[in-house]
């Protein structure tokens, strides 16, 4: 199956300072989404991004399929930003709909 | 519209015992998927549905049994617990595209302790 690694493992970040993640797939996706677990737990979806770049206020991601890999940019970052971050990829279609999850990059944006 | 949402949020279970985890979505998703985290080793897919009436295995599925007899229901059963599936397990939701499924939505999570 797809193997997903994820880079740095953490990060502690200055507020303000800009970052940037990384995630890499053993194989080719058609479907690469990124998630960010706040403290309390919560998932959220920042980017559904198989390919192409998008952006969505501070944060953007791009993704380079034919590359296996997707970067996350988090700009003038906020302690609002800490938690996890993570990058979950598939190949969608017929019943394989599922996503593989990485371990995650747990980010800490110091006041 | 409530979005994803898990009952119960916290449960502490005995060995051997069993019980149910509810996830209902109001967003007429047509995908839902039951993961389970544990520290370090991020989520990981227990089972999953491409619609209702059907099923299908993920990365974890030994220990665990699902249905989805309603399209906005999906139903993770544990038979007997035992103290490895202590975890916090999250639902997820996602819609139907002509590549496949698309973003997916959690739940706010079920902590689960099995003593």
């Known amino acids: 199956g797809i193997q997903v690694e994820q880079s740095p493992p953490d990060l502690i970040l200055q507020e303000g300072a800009n970052s940037t993640l990384r995630c890499n797939f053993s194989?080719?996706?058609?479907?690469l989404q990124w998630f960010h677990q706040n403290p309390w737990g919560q998932l959220i979806n920042l980017f559904y991004?198989?390919?192409g770049t998008k952006q969505n206020g501070r944060l953007s991601a791009t993704t380079v399929a034919t590359e296996r890999y997707s970067l996350l940019y988090i700009s003038s970052s906020q302690t609002t930003d800490s938690g996890v971050y993570f990058c979950?990829?598939?190949?969608?279609?017929?019943?394989?709909?599922?996503?593989?999850f990485g371990t995650g990059t747990l980010l800490a944006v110091q006041p | 519209n409530a979005g994803v949402t898990q009952t119960p949020k916290f449960r502490v279970l005995k060995t051997g015992q069993s019980m149910t985890l509810l996830c209902a979505q109001d967003?007429?998703?047509?995908?839902m998927y039951w993961y389970r985290q544990d520290p370090g080793m991020g989520l990981r897919l227990i089972h999953y549905?491409?619609?209702?009436?059907?099923?299908a295995k993920g990365e974890v599925p030994d220990g665990y049994n699902v249905s989805r007899l309603k399209k906005q229901n999906f139903l993770l059963g544990l038979e007997s617990a035992a103290p490895s599936q202590t975890s916090v397990y999250f639902c997820?939701?996602?819609?139907?595209?002509?590549?496949?499924?698309?973003?997916?939505?959690f739940g706010p999570g079920t902590r689960l302790t099995v003593l």
């Open positions: 997820a939701s996602s819609y139907w595209t002509s590549g496949g499924a698309g973003e997916q939505f």
């Open positions: 194989d080719s996706v058609n479907n």
């Open positions: 991004i198989p390919s």
């Open positions: 979950a990829g598939g190949n969608y279609g017929g019943a394989t709909n599922k996503l593989i």
């Open positions: 967003m007429n998703h047509e995908y």
């Open positions: 549905s491409v619609g209702e009436g059907t099923t």
